[in-house]
């Protein structure tokens, strides 16, 4: 029990200082009982302010110690690491947050501010006095990394982490490495082709000696904690032997079963299909789900045609495990689906498509070799319309409130390409709320695409509805917002820029790797400006559109971070992991299972001891979130750093007299 | 109380699949009665049970739309309504037969429950004459009962629409005030009455001008003649490049507009229309075998309903059992 607390205010630069009397507030905390010392300071996590605390802390003898500042989201690591380095263990600190909490929500009302600005120190004050030292486990650090999904952002961060010596595993998903980018033919504000900036970063990372690239796999299981986890990882049965395939395509050539093309989204592929020219690997992958000799159990032509025999329709799922100290998730994004929202005629009318089909349609290699058709005629259109926020910055039910930033340049960049490059005589009109324009050169991109005589309207369309005379024309329904007019678009053919949504992928590894995600799904930074490329789980990291709508730059850039910070960590040779974590009293616990059910990380297993079920908690997998303590009938599960009775103290504390 | 489940934005509603309040609609009683026979017909087919109550008064929500009543008054009327509904000994679930009925109650129900003290100044007003709202009553509309019985109403069914081709037209006040409540989904593009349509076998129609209003507007119906009459006829022209057998309807002022004034628009169009309107319960009581003069009411309709019925009438998938 700790009996000689130090409190130390912190003025936040004005930010906590402006609202509440800090005197004031200095005094009243050496009115309270085992508090020898109160200070404050302009910026408490500065040097000097960090030397006062040390300073205080050698002067009282101080076993306890309060910080009076910011939310601990900010800076509880560095006061930890200040009381640490004063020999004190770091868990004596008790935060108690006078900003967020405080002068901010009551900025307008100093009085009462300065008032609940006491509760809390007292409130600290009392939950500090009752907290127990916890220690660090320490273990050897593996330095391998682990990145899932080798789109531009996982193939960045892989080449970062592999020439500066660690090896690095590379998970995709798809049959290809690449993701996005190779798809969308140039790239905005240079117009640069995209295939070719990004296949030499393919063939790099194929090369690298650092990289094993784990394609058509995907993630599983993953135990363990930053420096150590065990991952298990799926490696999906291509049913062709990918040592053996030559990619010679002779097999795509003959087989007689089609679907829909997943990778181009117009047009078919074939049962047996490598999804594009520079795909990498490049080896066949047999769709299963349509592929004759598997559905019918009869066809076998890819067998008899492969000049390799690499074919084996009886090839199995392969389960990988490695062990990696860190992880990085690039899982990306996927194109809003447009036909949500019925009252734009997505998946009705057939001149209708979104901005990834036209660039699709763009590509000399591509589904229609370069050629602008429209898909009910194959004609040429000469009125193009496009939408912009498709299903973005909509706070509707089927909406996404988010804008997706990419999409005003993608609209641009399509409008620019069709007039100079695909048709010159064409017509493009841009229905938009705001044109954001915000990259380096972007500006000077939409004042370039305005000169081409590319019409924009402001506004956004209400609907797109068909023509009555069979000419499969679309006529959109926009109120011009300038003007105050409703105009009546006609157009061959319109293409919607769709909102951003997180992959299925992003979705599924948040799941198996336990990390947060935001509103939207995409996977959430542990500080939107401090550690944006952190997630809420220690070890693991994020790049690229996985974490939010980001054009290629960033996302480069972002990998870039993402692998510098994953440097950092493994450049020490041992992992320190904190144990704030659960933890179970088994005299009090009844064996009721009922923390093994709410934990979110399978953290609780339930055991057969010889004096009866108990519940267990893996260090290793318990992220200390509480759910079980809080859930717990009995008291038996505690928190480490949240015991029951030391949140009864701060409680009774801040209840209790003034 | 046997209830079933229908998808609506957000996962799906619960609706009730007996014990119904019928709760009338004014326009659809007096023009096109047919209605109330045909709902009378379809639940004792299912064999629910449901009340019909004299005591019910309009809602007044065409008043309330076209800035007749106020909206104090509007709230005061079916705070009464609802005390009637919730003092049934089982038939408490409200069934609108209108769009208009379903999104005015429904949303003074929220209003009295969100705002205690407007729940207080309506029921000292009731409390006149002995009635007390408690705040208990659930409403729902007709489409999606008959569309939560759809199986078995696909059983019961003497006729199928297999090989006819019906456009559909949604009731606003349906699909736009509680979005997030519309059965099937997407309020943006409604499809329910497809679905019924589809459920007998027929084809529901996807016509350019399918969500454009009918062409009413409440208030400008009455004050802005020549703008409501201008929308109306591209709805229809639009309905009629789809060639359809029946125009099917949710809504009775979208009845009224769509049946009545389609001769009447013959000239400003240059074109004849000439297609039969039905409201979905009379589809319904149609395909399940029931009169059409008798039970379905067509007598009352403009456009006659009769080439449609016989085209149904040749679709039979069962012996005709004598209703009258
Ligand atoms: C039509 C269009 C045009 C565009 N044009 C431009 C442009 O001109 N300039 C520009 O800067 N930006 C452009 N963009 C944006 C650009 O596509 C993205 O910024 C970029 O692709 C993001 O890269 P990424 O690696 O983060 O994600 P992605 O490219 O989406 O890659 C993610 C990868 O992860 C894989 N994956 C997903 N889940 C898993 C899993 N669970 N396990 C393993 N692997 C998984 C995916 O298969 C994919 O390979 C455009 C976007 C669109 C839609």
């Known amino acids: 029990m700790g009996d000689k607390v130090g409190v130390f205010i912190c003025h936040c630069g004005g930010n906590i200082s402006k609202y509440i009397n800090m005197e004031e507030l200095t005094k009243y905390a050496l009115t309270l009982e085992n508090v020898p010392v109160a200070e404050n300071y302009i910026f408490m996590c500065s040097e000097a302010g960090q030397d006062l605390i040390k300073d205080k802390i050698a002067e009282y003898n101080l076993d306890r110690v309060v910080v009076a500042s910011c939310s601990p989201k900010f800076h509880e690591p560095t006061f930890r690491?200040?009381?640490q380095e004063t020999g004190l263990n770091p868990y004596y600190l008790a935060m108690a947050n006078i900003r967020e909490h405080c002068s901010f929500p009551h900025s307008d009302e100093?009085?009462?501010?300065?008032?609940?600005?006491?509760?809390?120190?007292?409130?600290?004050?009392?939950?500090?006095?009752?907290?127990?030292?916890i220690e660090k486990k320490k273990q050897i650090m593996n330095k391998d990394v682990l990145v899932v999904g080798a789109g531009i952002a996982g193939i960045q961060a892989s080449l970062d982490l592999a020439d500066a010596g660690f090896k690095v595993y590379l998970v995709e998903k798809d049959a290809s490495i690449g993701g996005n980018m190779p798809k969308v033919l140039k790239t905005f504000p240079t117009d640069d082709c995209a295939m070719c900036t990004v296949s030499p970063k393919m063939n790099e990372v194929a090369a690298h000696k650092n990289i094993e690239i784990l394609s058509y796999a995907e993630l599983r299981e993953c135990n363990g904690s930053m420096g150590n986890f065990e991952v298990v990882v799926e490696k999906k049965a291509r049913l062709v032997d990918e040592r053996k395939c030559v990619g010679c395509g002779d097999c795509m050539a003959k087989c007689p079963s089609k679907t829909a093309d997943d990778y181009n989204q117009i047009g078919q592929r074939k049962a047996i299909y490598i999804p594009f020219p520079n795909a990498l690997p490049k080896v066949a992958t047999i769709d299963t789900s349509v592929c004759l000799q598997i559905t019918k159990g009869k066809c076998g032509v890819c067998k008899k045609i492969c000049p390799a025999d690499a074919v084996d329709y009886e090839q199995k799922s392969q389960m990988v495990k490695l062990n990696v100290g860190a992880i990085i998730v690039a899982t990306g994004y996927k194109e809003y689906d447009p036909s949500i929202k019925g009252n734009y005629g997505y998946g009705r009318y057939p001149n209708i498509i979104t901005q990834m089909q036209l660039a699709r349609m763009m590509d000399p290699n591509g589904p229609t070799e370069g050629k602008i058709i429209r898909p009910s005629d194959n004609k040429e259109p000469k009125r193009i319309v496009m939408v912009q926020c498709m299903g973005s910055r909509d706070d509707k039910p089927t909406g996404r409130k988010y804008c997706s930033r990419v999409c005003c340049m993608i609209a641009l960049k399509h409008a620019n390409l069709l007039k100079r490059d695909c048709i010159k005589d064409s017509q493009i009109d841009i229905c938009y709320m705001d044109i954001r324009a915000f990259g380096k050169g972007y500006e000077e991109y939409y004042q370039r695409v305005q000169d081409l005589g590319v019409?924009?309207?402001?506004?956004?369309?209400?609907?797109?509805?068909?023509?009555?005379d069979g000419s499969n024309n679309l006529i959109v329904r926009v109120e011009d917002t300038f003007t105050k007019e409703f105009k009546e678009i006609e157009s061959e053919m319109v293409v919607l820029s769709c909102a951003t949504d997180p992959s299925d992928g992003t979705k599924e590894v948040a799941k198996v790797l336990g990390i947060a995600t935001d509103d939207g799904g995409f996977i959430k930074e542990f500080h939107p400006k401090l550690r944006p490329v952190d997630t809420s789980v220690e070890g693991i990291f994020v790049a690229g559109a996985a974490q939010g709508p980001k054009d290629i730059p960033d996302a480069v850039a972002q990998a870039s971070g993402a692998a510098a910070r994953t440097m950092a960590l493994l450049s020490s040779d041992i992992a320190e992991i904190s144990l704030d974590k659960a933890l179970v009293n088994k005299e009090e616990c009844k064996g009721c299972d009922i923390c093994e059910k709410t934990c979110p990380f399978d953290a609780i297993t339930m055991v057969d001891l010889p004096e009866g079920r108990k519940a267990v908690v893996s260090?290793?997998?318990?992220?200390?979130?509480?759910m079980c303590a809080a859930n717990c009938p009995t008291g038996a599960m505690q928190l480490r750093h949240y015991k029951d009775n030391q949140v009864l103290a701060e409680v009774g504390a801040l209840i209790g007299s003034h | 109380m046997k209830q079933t489940r229908v998808p609506i934005l957000h996962g799906d509603k619960e609706i009730p699949l007996d014990n119904y309040y019928f709760f009338r609609s004014c326009i659809m009683s007096t023009l096109f009665p047919g209605?109330?026979?045909?709902?009378?017909?379809?639940?004792?087919?299912l064999g629910c049970s449901y009340?019909?109550?004299?005591?019910?008064?309009?809602?007044?929500?065409?008043?309330?739309?076209?800035?007749?009543i106020p909206w104090e008054t509007n709230v005061t009327i079916q705070a009464r309504n609802f005390s009637l509904i919730e003092n049934e000994e089982k038939n408490k679930n409200a069934i609108c037969v209108c769009p208009t009925s379903y999104g005015n109650i429904k949303e003074c129900q929220e209003h009295l429950d969100h705002y205690p003290e407007e729940k207080e100044k309506a029921n000292k007003i009731i409390a006149k004459f002995g009635k007390e709202y408690k705040g208990e009553a659930k409403i729902y509309h007709a489409t999606e009962v008959i569309y939560a019985h759809r199986e078995k109403l696909k059983k019961l069914a003497t006729y199928s629409l297999d090989g006819l081709k019906v456009a559909t037209h949604h009731g606003c006040h349906y699909t736009k005030i509680f979005y997030s409540d519309v059965a099937t989904g997407d309020w943006e593009y409604p499809i329910v009455l497809d679905k019924i349509v589809e459920n007998f076998g027929g084809e529901g129609l996807d016509y350019n001008e399918k969500t454009l209003c009918c062409g009413m507007g409440f208030r400008h119906t009455l004050i802005n003649r020549d703008y409501t009459r201008t929308v109306m006829l591209r709805k229809l022209k639009s309905m009629k490049a789809t060639k359809p057998d029946l125009l099917l309807v949710q809504c009775p002022g979208c009845s009224l507009n769509l049946d009545y004034y389609q001769k009447p628009l013959t000239k400003l169009a240059g074109e004849e229309f000439n297609i039969p309107v039905l409201n979905y319960a009379q589809l319904t009581a149609l395909v399940l075998g029931a009169?059409?003069?008798?039970?379905?009411?067509?007598?009352?309709?403009?456009?006659?309903?009769?080439?449609?019925i016989e085209k149904v009438q040749k679709n039979k998938v069962k012996e005709v059992a004598q209703v009258g």
């Open chain 2, 35 to 45: 209605v109330d026979c045909s709902l009378r017909f379809i639940f004792e087919k």
């Open chain 1, 110 to 133: 100093p009085d009462k501010a300065l008032q609940k600005a006491k509760d809390l120190v007292r409130g600290a004050v009392a939950r500090a006095k009752t907290l127990e030292p």
């Open chain 1, 619 to 626: 260090e290793a997998l318990c992220h200390g979130c509480g």
């Open chain 2, 51 to 68: 009340t019909e109550d004299p005591k019910q008064t309009c809602c007044s929500g065409f008043n309330y739309h076209a800035d007749i």
């Open chain 1, 81 to 83: 690491r200040t009381l």
């Open chain 1, 455 to 468: 019409r924009l309207t402001r506004g956004r369309p209400g609907e797109i509805i068909g023509t009555d």
């Open chain 2, 291 to 308: 009169d059409p003069v008798k039970v379905v009411g067509i007598k009352t309709h403009n456009v006659d309903v009769m080439p449609f």
